[in-house]
């Protein structure tokens, strides 16, 4: 563990999360699903723009921006996106600012995480398809050079992939530090992974032992396992580690995408309604949601005994709640509140 934090902290970064984490036992949730122990790590709780795991890559992420010089940030993403939110809110507090380049048209109704991004000030602007999207981003580039700032294009830094490999694998040595002050050790790790924070937990599988690691992606945009393999392996290289992930080491679940990206599900909406109204813990239908129905699918056909330990780590992703808001509005949409799953 010691040897991991060491070659952590040789990597530049900059203090921008609440860490470590809390880690809060589920007892009513795994109760409702008839075991096994169940925990959560609240990584919803980083501390800026309501939190969330990308809090944590951007420490690593800026710090290689900051290390160009830059202070415009630029960056690709979807209109929903919690990725967007969390880093106008980082900049904010570096002093940066931000540029989103959104795919999709403008919204009639402004609400969730874009509701968010125009709060923290983001100049946020519109692309109708990914190669406008580069497009306009090219040329936010060199406006802001033309006008004597210094952009960075996000996307493009190899410390995007390698920044959630890296925050991952010191979150999953909190996670273990934390339950071994209480006698215990994980069995499995569950997540929302599209590759790269699932990298990062996978290398420290390798590197500690003893407990498995269930990414569950909400897209079907990648092959998660050599995705996963290669930014673990361009990892432990940029930290000096002396190992090898291939794609069979990353078990990724990629039953829960249902209708596609961005599109809830109906065990997704299930899985919500559970931790809120057993827990008190609030989802996202979108991605956090989707890896918990994917987690309690698992528990439901039996995967795990009554005293085992599973890790659910929540990575953020709150706003979306917001967009979604006739998802709970609505009864019939899931559980009332008593009712059992």
Partial sequence: MQAIRTAIS??????????????????????????????????????VAFGGNKTRNLEFRL???????????????????????????????????????LEGSEPEEIQGNLLVDYLLGADVRFAHSRAEQARMSRDAVAAAR??????????????????????????TCEIIET???????????????????????VLAQQLLGGFRVCGITATDEFDIPPRGAEIANRTAQTLGLDLEVTPEDIV????????????????????????????????????????????????????????????FVHTGGTPAIFTHNHLWLDRRAGLKKGDQP
């Avoid at 290689?64 to 010089?69: E, F, N």
């Avoid at 339950?179 to 937990?201: E, F, I, R, V």
């Avoid at 995408?257 to 909406?269: E, F, Q, T, W």
């Fill in 252 to 311: 990724n679940d990629t039953g829960h995408v249902c209708a596609g990206y961005g599109i809830p599900s109906n065990a997704g909406n299930e899985a919500v309604l559970l931790f809120a109204r057993t827990e008190g813990i609030v989802l996202d239908p979108v991605y956090t949601g989707k890896a918990a129905a994917g987690m309690i699918d698992h528990i439901r056909r039996g995967d795990f005994g009554r005293d085992e330990v599973v890790v």
């Fill in 179 to 201: 339950l071994s002050t209480q006698g215990l050790s994980p069995d499995c790790l569950y997540m929302s992974s599209s590759g790269k924070g699932q990298a990062g937990q």
């Fill in 10 to 47: 040789r990597i530049p970064r900059v203090g921008l999360a609440c860490l470590p984490t809390p880690l809060q036992e589920a007892k009513r949730l795994s109760d409702a699903l008839g075991g096994p122990r169940i925990f959560v790590k609240r990584d919803d709780l980083t501390g």
């Fill in 146 to 171: 033309a006008a004597g700032r210094t952009p960075c294009l996000l996307n493009d830094i190899p410390m995007f992939d390698e920044g959630s490999a890296i925050a991952y694998l010191e979150s």
């Fill in 63 to 101: 710090a290689a921006a900051k290390a160009s010089g830059a202070d415009v940030i630029v960056m690709e993403l979807d209109q929903q996106s919690n990725s967007a939110r969390q880093t106008v809110g980082c900049c904010n507090r570096l002093g940066m600012d931000t540029i989103l380049i």
